[in-house]
C-alpha cells in the first residue's frame, strides 16, 4: 500500500520559520506531482506549492516568496521550508503526490494525515 508520512509543523513565533517534509513509501511506480496543502479552521482545503517530477513548481500567491518546496526524486520526498511565517499561515498542512502505484494502469491522488502548524506569540 502507499502511504504519505509526514514530519515537523509544530508552534513558532510570527516572523518565524518552519520546515515540513514528507516521504511517499510503498509500491510506486513513479509520482508526476507532489505537493502541500493546507487547511485552516472554517475554510476550504487550499494549495500551496506544488513541484512536479521535472521540479517545475508552482506556489499560492499567499506564500510566494516565502514558502520553498523542493523534491528528493530518489527518496519520494517532498520538503516545504516556511520563512516569514505568520498567523495567517496557521492550518493544517497536508502532504499530496499524483503518482502511479504498481500494477495500477492510471496516476491516483494520496494525502498525508496532516500535520499542524500553529504561528502565535
Known amino acids: 500500500q502507499v502511504q504519505l508520512v509526514e514530519s515537523g509543523g509544530g508552534l513558532v513565533q510570527p516572523g518565524g520559520s518552519l520546515g515540513l517534509s514528507c516521504a511517499a513509501s510503498?509500491?510506486?511506480?513513479?509520482?508526476?506531482?507532489m505537493g502541500w496543502y493546507r487547511q485552516a479552521p472554517g475554510k476550504q482545503r487550499e494549495a500551496v506549492a506544488t513541484i512536479t517530477s521535472g521540479s517545475d513548481t508552482g506556489y499560492a500567491d499567499s506564500v510566494k516568496g516565502r514558502f520553498t518546496i523542493s523534491r528528493d526524486n530518489a527518496k519520494n520526498t517532498v520538503y516545504l521550508q516556511m520563512n516569514s511565517l505568520n498567523p495567517e499561515d496557521t492550518a493544517v498542512y497536508y502532504c499530496?503526490?499524483?503518482?502511479?502505484?504498481?500494477?495500477?494502469?492510471?496516476?491516483?491522488?494520496?494525502w498525508g494525515q496532516g500535520t499542524q502548524v500553529t504561528v502565535s506569540s
Open positions: 499530496y503526490a499524483h503518482l502511479l502505484p504498481t500494477l495500477a494502469t492510471r496516476h491516483y491522488d494520496y
Open positions: 510503498g509500491r510506486i511506480v513513479s509520482i508526476l506531482v
